[in-house]
């Protein structure tokens, strides 16, 4: 199958700037102004691809935000590098702040997208092509703007709300932080409008493209984050045209991609030197296996998203997913090393750190776990929910669920979706929706006592720090960068931090 082109267009190069000296007032010949571009659909369908660039580099690192914060995966400790340590290793062990650099870039990095995102639509808007070919450009980037705020509000609470650029400067030092309700109301309005402008399916030569499915099931989410149940489960009832993989497998298999149970997908292409590659296998290998993982020696692993020794118990037994998920040990040069790691994104490939596997957002899976639980929350558990969970625990070879109460069965679907999901960036996400600060804080202190008590990879000798793993209530949300208020003082810190 072919699929989209992913280009990384830099549009912030698109910028006109003036300066009072004519000698300055220059043209760059390799360069195309604002003026000239986003003329014809070839245009726009460059700059589209170009915000569908920037989900990769957010993919990238999505795993610090979203695996690396909760119980899911901890870290294979370097005791000779403590580089780390201030940066993404403190979302391991609960000790992010406002400095932290990769607060910093994460924030740049959605900010940048929503940039881009907001100056295509409004050059759409003013273009001249055929409402045919505009409606689908703008449905996907409006899903694509939905899906960067439904990530920021959940991060960090009250955000910076644009829908549109500015046309001077000085006005960004005005910018104040939106609250969520009204964040969570423009991505319900994107979503809504995204579903009545995009088609079902592309052509095989468009796969991969954003489809009404995706735009139902990223707003069936966020109904349920918001806990409107009964408008969650309407809307997630008009995800059809899915159905699940026969093989569990099948869904990170790279020669299948884009197949019956994906409904949303960061494209990767790997293979080549053209730049679209993905590396999440040599990202998570431990970080001293050099060829045992990847097959490529010399090179220099990550030894991050490790899997936890609690994560690695919630498999039930005969449960055929934890084999296609992780791997509790490698062998190199003829011995076993005890340190776990994920693989579900490990696949053969030709060139060294370009692999070729995508990286799935949105899956059919997760949708009926998500119908279950909209049912569950409003009546308790019914046959049809039942019937939901169970249809992804066959596939898993596992026995029905049966005669479980509303608690238990919440519960049950709870541990579903961390087995069902693990290491795709939902874990989370999950846990901050079902519990309030306070539980998440005791929640989250109870596996950080079972971790140094009984760490999920050998530390070399390295005792804990005092605050590792102390977790605070305030912590549900991520500090608002440091560097964000010193440019704009009329944005406000996160309480606690």
């Known amino acids: 199958m072919k699929k989209i082109a992913i280009l990384s267009l830099l549009f912030l190069c698109l910028t006109q700037f003036s300066c009072k000296d004519d000698f300055l007032v220059t043209t760059d010949p390799t360069r195309i102004g604002a003026d000239l571009f986003y003329k014809n659909e070839t245009q726009f369908l460059q700059a589209l691809s170009g915000v569908y660039g920037q989900m990769q580099t957010i993919t990238n690192s999505a795993y610090i935000f979203k695996e690396f914060t909760s119980d899911n995966t901890s870290l294979d400790f370097n005791p000779l590098d403590r580089g780390g340590a201030a940066g993404w290793e403190a979302f391991e062990f609960s000790s992010v702040n406002q400095g932290n650099g990769e607060i910093s870039n994460l924030w740049n990095q959605y900010y940048s997208g929503l940039y881009n995102a907001n100056y295509t639509l409004e050059k759409l808007a003013g273009s001249t092509l055929d409402a045919t070919i505009k409606g689908p450009i703008e449905g996907q980037l409006k899903f694509l703007r939905a899906y960067f705020y439904f990530d920021l509000v959940q991060y960090f609470g009250d955000v910076v709300l644009v829908t549109s650029t500015l046309d001077k400067p000085d006005k960004a030092f005005d910018l104040i932080r939106s609250p969520q309700a009204d964040v969570w109301a423009q991505v319900e309005k994107d979503l809504k409008e995204a579903v009545a402008l995009l088609p079902a399916t592309y052509p095989a030569s468009q796969t991969g493209r954003i489809t009404k499915g995706a735009a139902l099931a990223l707003l069936g989410k966020s109904q349920l984050t918001q806990k409107k149940y009964a408008e969650a489960l309407a809307t997630l009832k008009q995800v059809t045209g899915y159905s699940l993989n026969p093989l569990y497998a099948d869904n990170f298999n790279p020669a299948k991609k884009n197949g019956p149970e994906s409904i949303f997908e960061v494209q990767y292409q790997g293979g080549n030197d053209l730049g679209e ?221």
Not at 327 to 356: E, F, N, Q, W
Not at 432 to 445: D, G, I, W, Y
């Open 277 to 497: 590659w993905s590396s999440f296998a040599y990202t998570f290998a431990p970080r001293l296996s050099a060829d045992a993982v990847t097959g490529f020696a010399n090179t220099t692993p990550g030894g991050r998203n490790v899997p936890t020794n609690d994560m690695i118990a919630a498999y039930e037994s005969g449960d055929l997913r934890k084999d296609v998920s992780l791997k509790t040990s490698y062998t190199l040069k003829g011995a076993v090393v005890p340190i776990p790691y994920v693989i579900k994104y490990t696949h053969p490939h030709t060139l060294t750190g370009r692999t070729d596997d995508n990286w799935v957002v949105l899956r059919y899976a997760d949708v009926l776990l998500m119908m279950a639980e909209t049912i569950n929350e409003q009546t308790g558990p019914t046959s049809e929910a039942f019937g939901y969970v169970n249809q992804v625990r066959q596939r898993a070879g596992l026995k029905d669920l049966a005669g479980l109460d509303k608690t238990t069965f919440k519960t049950a679907i709870m541990q579903e979706r961390r087995v069902e999901l693990a290491f795709e960036n939902h874990r989370w996400f999950d846990l901050r929706r079902t519990k309030t600060p306070a539980e998440l804080a005791s929640f989250m202190n109870a596996y950080g006592l079972k971790e140094k008590a009984k760490p999920s990879v050998d530390r070399g000798g390295i005792a804990f720090n005092a605050q590792d793993y102390i977790f605070s209530d305030y912590e549900y949300f991520f500090p608002i960068p440091a560097p964000q208020i010193l440019i704009n003082t009329k944005l406000t810190q996160n309480a606690g931090y």
